[in-house]
């Protein structure tokens, strides 16, 4: 009976035709819609951000030259982990997102010069930043209060809300995360596979994890959370999307509390789906990036991480200074 | 006169149409094609690669764990330079290449649950890795012998090109850069504004700035060279598409006998345009990416590394992992 | 000191960015905007449609069996003119807008079978209805009217709008255009070459062309305005698209008083551009298209119609089936 | 096993990685392929064209003005039937062509003027002129012949292949099919619900059909074969793909010998799949396209014709003038 009481997937509510959604959906755009977010996790004054009342870049303020030196000093082997997928054709795409890539010509270019050179380009079209191992930047997620749509800091979507690229919020803010990475594998801490779909991570297992790995978060940290769903990429893609599991919104408290800068996962969503509360949608979403401006970065590869039990590594992550997009597409890497 | 004498830049090569390039092109795919690239700067037979005969990494490979390590010990006061650009709506494009940037429906989701949560995604279309801050794989240059178009290792167009995306030598197999980065500053060695286009940097030069730096070229470097052409991008598009200022042959052996494993600058082709001898089409592209298996990055923002004379330090890219892609776009960094 | 009383063109309003538009724009989406639509030519109540208050096919409902065989009987030569234009690179696009046609793979379709079919795709990228020869339909423009956006009948985009698509109004309810077409031939009764930019036709003007061909403007017709402006149509982009003459609010009142189907011209948005009036922007598309129903045609080609001095004939014209879309690319033709 | 013995459908071939393909298939552009299309049904030298050497019209010539008016003489009642099905998410999309249909913004164009003009516009990507109903051009289709490939007229496509746009026999220069239609509805004649996958409709069967309409074929006719396979259409896109109803050689040449301009069906490709012989791909296609210059119609719905038992029309379509592509996108009709 959980589908009838949960919302749908981010693969449903992103076609916006969801019926189980449209139950507890205002009209969109309605102006007179008097539903407040009344019961939302993160109220309806929720700014201005600890980073200033001007700040596009939230969490990743936290990241300063004395964390980069610091980061740098755990690369002590050489290891280099690439934690992003392969973009390719058949991968897991949420609701009416694609992916296409092809190559005008073969070769693009003529032969010129005596020396006959030939080139191949390609072409992309797609979500690009939701499609894929993807960084949510703060241009992606907020909440409609009295009618308006407010993102972090309190930005209206109707004020920096363009066709053709944000005005604010836009990824190129972002700048570098350069920092320190710690792996909490819950997966390998309750001893399974993978966890199931809908299992909500709770602050005490991720407690569990950090004892288990003798650390502790540090102001400016990513977290990446290995739940081993991240198995199911390209071998039962209709299982990946169905759901997931994830943090919930005391876990996701634990990790802002701490003062993290982005919080991964080798899921599309990072928080468990069917989500803990039926009445809230991505709530964790809401708290981390419309509230604490703490990013998202998902479906990452962690299975070698966590095969090699590597907990502390240098993170970095470089998003595509995409203008006014709400997010990138990368290949974040850990080195230890 | 000089327009007559030399091919046309990318810009117009890409296009396929170029008047002057026709006089010197063989009709494409042509079986009987007699003009052999007899004079062309990496021969007839320029495989197997150093790095074995089923390599497709090319001078990735340089970058051993060692590498890494001595390269994240550069990292002294935790600063980050962005050296990539911006994309943006009109930056400029070669040829018939486009770019694309659209937010469907603002917001994309439609408000759901009782937090009303609201979202943005973003389209893109074009040739993601061959616009703007751009990384030529081994995949986007070859050479047309005997009517065979060859690439890096002697892979044969005909047997590995796929119109949805290459079955070898894409960008996926490059892997991570994480090495020490050099910036050549040739600009500052001679003193100007910027090197005027068609300005052919020679091995001397490059000399006489790793001399002034105090440094040698070690294997698996990133040699990043400044022309001050950069200054020209989204000033003056025209000018900066219509040529530039780069590196020969010479100067492009030196680097390869140096063994680097990729080559940037503040161009959108490495070496000068209109080039040294009217004959030969983008020969140092050959020459890197053909024949070498040594990478290219392109159109890269170069000056605040040349205004801060930081010469030496820790270079990190992660291309994007686009299967069977010629390239990738990035934000490459540098850090000291 | 045009350009500073006049809104800048089509071109322009489309980025969004204008600076002269901004000056009399209200805040997009602002809820409590108090800039009521007073000085509107619709009005704040402009609907149900005469059509009828469900109706989402507007104008195109004149169009009956009896007009399709009226029409046909209007073919007595077999001569057909093509009025589309070639879609093609470097056609003038306003705006951000783009268009993109390559052929991956050349052949997209390997070989296959003993007889060896090889087989080529195209790919498209862009504003598919809004770019080159293009029908407008009745999702393409509305008014804001204290904060919803209006459009045909009263539909409120809050409510139809679909990111992926409209949910009314799209460009598959309009059907077939098989009617009788007029030619109303501006530029040939004032003896101009072509008509200047800005230049606003009057009823009387169109009163004088149908004198002149002998011809009434019955329900359910099409008219076609020729200016002349057309003839600028790759030969000068910049000026095509920096404005252009058509009709004004008084022209565009006489023909849907005569009940016209569908106005068509050589122009890309029917109307004077510069406006007659400064402080309204495309009253013409609004009184057409969102107050009557009537649909536009633009950007066609005239000109052998007007060469060989053909003003009646039959008109066909059959809308892409894009559900969900403002518009359609089409080919339409007039027949004698 | 049937699947093992014949090739798979379009769906696959078009992705270019059919196992079963790759059997009969040579390697592609190999320049010293012995394996010659001896076997094929067009032969080794099928130009030039019957409309003479430098013809890129093919079988639309045979539309003259007199055909014209002939077929507006049969519009008697003015019905308008609409043949194109609707374009939208979800539809049957073969191998790895896509199709995405935004609206950035919503709305797109900001209000401006004391009018408060808002506007729509839409982005699509996809191969345009293969997707949902579609027009075969004579740029789709050819035939590998000692290592080139060959189409209409003898055209190598090494000669006319452009990345960017066919240089020749792109689908602007088809011109206008406003001819006589006949529907032969072989489904009806079998008194089946529809056509099983891979039935082969002989000529008998068309020569029982055209007897039973008292029809005979002219030159420049367009024929509609309705095999109820688009019952299946957005029903169950699986079945409509895996295979189809539809003419075999023998059929093909009874069409063409009758010289019609253009064949169109309810299927996919017009043809049976799995083919009669499984060691032809796509043989009916070749006979036509790249032989004859007799044009495709595919996708079409046919349902209402037939219901109504129509089988004489005047039939209307007008492609896209797509520089250089291979085929178009349209919403035929038929009228009565």
Request: hydrophobic fraction near 40%.
């Given at each position: 009976m959980r589908k009838a009481r949960h919302p749908a997937g981010w693969w449903t509510v992103m076609m916006g035709a969801a019926a189980g959604a449209a139950l507890v959906c205002a009209a969109r755009w309605a102006t007179g819609d008097s539903q407040a977010a009344s019961s939302s996790p993160i109220g309806e004054k929720f700014w201005p951000s600890e980073f200033g009342a001007d700040d596009q870049r939230g969490a990743a303020n936290r990241i300063t030259p004395a964390t980069v030196v610091s980061a740098a000093r755990l690369i002590q082997t050489g290891q280099v982990y690439q934690l992003g997928r392969v973009y390719e054709y058949g991968m897991p795409l949420p609701g009416k997102r694609h992916f296409s890539l092809t190559i005008p010509g073969l070769p693009t270019g003529l032969p010129s010069g005596s020396n006959q050179m030939v080139s191949n380009d390609e072409l992309f079209s797609g979500e690009i930043g939701q499609v894929?191992?993807?960084?949510?930047?703060?241009?992606?997620?907020?909440?409609?209060?009295?009618?308006?749509?407010?993102?972090?800091?309190?930005?209206?979507?109707?004020?920096?809300?363009?066709?053709?690229?944000?005005?604010?919020?836009?990824?190129?803010?972002?700048?570098?995360?350069?920092?320190?990475?710690?792996?909490?594998?819950?997966?390998?801490?309750?001893?399974?596979?993978?966890?199931?779909?809908?299992?909500?991570?709770?602050?005490?297992?991720?407690?569990?994890?950090?004892?288990?790995?003798?650390?502790?978060?540090?102001?400016?940290?990513?977290?990446?959370?290995?739940?081993?769903?991240?198995?199911?990429?390209?071998?039962?893609?209709?299982?990946?999307?169905?759901?997931?599991?994830?943090?919930?919104?005391?876990?996701?408290?634990?990790?802002?509390?701490?003062?993290?800068?982005?919080?991964?996962?080798?899921?599309?969503?990072?928080?468990?789906?069917?989500?803990?509360r039926a009445d809230l949608s991505y709530p964790v979403h809401q708290w981390d990036l419309t509230k604490n401006g703490v990013y998202h970065l998902e479906n990452l590869d962690l299975e070698q991480l966590g095969a090699d039990g590597v907990h502390e590594f240098c993170f970095v992550f470089s998003p595509l200074r995409l203008k006014g997009a709400t997010g990138s597409p990368g290949n974040p890497i850990a080195i230890r």
């Open positions: 894929g191992t993807q960084f949510d930047g703060l241009g992606h997620v907020g909440a409609r209060i009295n009618g308006e749509d407010y993102f972090y800091n309190g930005n209206k979507l109707s004020e920096f809300g363009d066709p053709y690229g944000l005005k604010k919020l836009g990824v190129e803010n972002a700048g570098v995360f350069f920092t320190r990475g710690i792996l909490l594998d819950v997966c390998a801490l309750r001893g399974d596979d993978r966890l199931p779909a809908g299992y909500v991570i709770s602050p005490d297992e991720l407690t569990s994890c950090l004892e288990r790995a003798r650390l502790t978060i540090r102001e400016g940290d990513v977290v990446l959370i290995r739940t081993g769903h991240g198995k199911l990429w390209m071998q039962d893609n209709e299982a990946f999307g169905a759901g997931e599991p994830g943090i919930g919104l005391a876990a996701a408290k634990f990790l802002t509390d701490h003062k993290v800068a982005l919080i991964g996962a080798d899921t599309w969503a990072i928080e468990a789906v069917p989500h803990e």
